[in-house]
């Protein structure tokens, strides 16, 4: 049990059925125009190939509301994608950032790992300087009826809210209900946490597909707050301490229960 969301590292205990659906890490810096040129990027796909070698071009597109309150459609800029083969592992590209994401999650030093491999890639192979937020961010989803219904076993008083309190009339049912904090850290960083519960077919994030059911959702999101010299070891190392941080942040919300319910041996 986990009495306070920040303070010492937290030893990690495996969880075999652990509720991760989304984890990415991502680094911002100063735009380069070029990288929007096939030609410009090739040295960069070359060297991470090996683990990543499927690519293709996207146009992202943003939405804007008009002053009459219609939607616009306008241009984002482009986005390259590297993947894994089969699919689990995702590098994507943009004039301003490199990212890492997986929906097949298994181990932080993994993790580390393949994320110092892309960001050595990109300081050599596209001449980065700075780096102007490295950020990391884990999303747990609960979709099983047996552990939704036992919710209030399962996360602590201090982030439960209204789930689990008694309602007073036979089929009324909590549909939607979210909490979003965010904290300032001691080392020019922040923690944004938001869970709470979604009806089906919902989702708080477009990267992150909606369940066909109801559920609970834990997304925790820490990030830099300065712009610091691009160096791969630096990043890295930062990037895991604010994993450090998220961890110790998810077990202070759940129960030993919960743990248990995933496998694990608190």
């Not at 071009?57 to 994608?81: H, K, S």
Request: include cysteine; charge should be negative; proline fraction near 6%.
């Amino acid at each position: 049990m986990i009495a306070e969301p920040f303070g010492p590292v937290v030893p990690a205990v495996p969880l075999p059925g652990a509720p991760l659906v989304f984890v990415v890490a991502q680094a911002r810096f100063e735009r380069i125009a070029s990288i929007v040129a096939e030609e410009f990027i090739a040295a960069f796909q070359e060297a991470i190939r090996g683990s990543y070698p499927k690519l293709r071009r996207e146009q992202q597109t943003a939405v804007l509301i008009g002053p009459d309150g219609r939607l616009l459609t306008t241009n984002a800029g482009t986005v390259w994608r590297f993947d894994e083969h089969p699919e689990r592992w995702q590098v994507a590209l943009s004039p301003d950032s490199v990212a890492l994401s997986t929906a097949s999650y298994t181990s932080r030093s993994d993790f580390m790992g393949r994320l110092r491999a892309v960001l050595s890639s990109a300081q050599r192979h596209l001449g980065l300087q700075f780096c102007d937020r490295i950020g990391v961010r884990y999303v747990d989803r609960i979709t099983d009826g047996t552990l939704l219904a036992r919710l209030a076993e399962l996360i602590k008083p201090e982030v439960r809210g209204p789930v689990g309190a008694a309602l007073g009339e036979a089929g009324v049912e909590q549909v939607h209900s979210f909490s979003d904090t965010t904290y300032g850290l001691p080392d020019n960083a922040e923690l944004h946490a938001r869970w709470g519960v979604l009806p089906a077919h919902a989702t708080i994030d477009p990267a992150i597909a909606a369940a066909e059911v109801g559920s609970w959702v834990l997304d925790i999101d820490a990030y830099t707050r300065e712009q610091e010299t691009f160096d791969a070891p630096t990043l890295t190392a930062r990037a895991e301490r604010l994993c450090e941080r998220i961890y110790r942040f998810f077990r202070w919300t759940v129960d030993d229960e919960f743990l248990a319910a995933h496998g694990g041996r608190p």
